[in-house]
């Protein structure tokens, strides 16, 4: 199934939209005590400006992800081949179906 194009954007504008929000919240002065009700000690406003910024910034990342997946960028997908030592892996063998992968010079000699 393939998403279209235009709905990970719609979503990528939402992400990005809501980390500016989370910025602005976050450097927006705050409301010193006045008479009424103060609303900004409740719910999302009752966090303190850092956490803000951090899940503002956290949030503008996420949306460039996604503008960037929408342009044709390919995230990482095997990310254990990343961290792995081991050499490149053969491909499957076609007769099986099983991914042969070369053992470490080390489970070889049986140490």
């Known amino acids: ?6 709905l990970l954007f719609l979503v990528a504008a939402w992400v990005i939209g809501f980390g500016v929000f989370r910025i602005v ?3 927006r002065p705050r409301r010193s005590s006045l008479p009424g009700p103060n609303y900004m000690q409740r719910g999302l406003f009752a966090r303190p400006p850092r956490t803000h910024l951090l899940f503002g910034a956290v949030y503008l990342l996420l949306g460039a992800f996604l503008v960037a997946t929408g342009f044709g960028w390919a ?3 095997d990310m254990a081949a990343c961290v792995s030592d081991r050499g490149p892996t053969r491909s499957p063998d076609s007769a099986t179906g099983i991914r042969v992968v070369p053992a470490d010079s080390d489970s070889a000699a049986g140490k």
């Open 25 to 27: 919240i976050a450097l």
């Open 1 to 6: 199934m393939t998403i279209p194009r235009w």
């Open 75 to 77: 995230p990482v997908v």
